[in-house]
């Protein structure tokens, strides 16, 4: 089993910044994918950003620009740094790892971008 957890979520003003931070413990050895996600009020949840353990990355292609993925493979950690963030960008944001063909997900931390 993997467990992640989720951080850094908040309240922050449009053209703000947000540091999100997912901790992965557990079975993690194997680990060959990592992502984020967000669920928007009354909207599916959609994949935000990926990377694989090459290092391999891909955006949504409404954020890049915005947004930037990261890897520390020495503590287990995933980020996402959101910048110039909108209104829009309100949501949950949820954390995946994709491990010998399961996936695992965090509980989400919310995002809320005020006007």
């Known amino acids: 089993q993997v467990q992640l957890a989720e951080s850094g979520g908040g309240l922050v003003q449009a053209g703000g910044s947000l540091r999100l931070s997912c901790a992965a413990s557990g079975s993690i050895f194997g680990i060959n994918g990592m992502g984020w996600y967000r669920q928007a009020p009354g909207k599916q949840r959609e994949l935000v950003a990926s990377i694989t353990s090459g290092g391999t990355i891909d955006y949504a292609e409404s954020l890049k620009g915005r947004f930037t993925i990261s890897r520390d493979n020495a503590k287990n950690t995933m980020y996402l740094q959101m910048n110039s963030l909108k209104p829009e960008d309100t949501g949950v944001y949820y954390c995946?790892?994709?491990?010998?063909?399961?996936?695992?997900w965090g509980q989400g931390t919310q995002v809320t971008v005020s006007s």
């Open positions: 995946k790892a994709r491990r010998y063909g399961l996936q695992y």
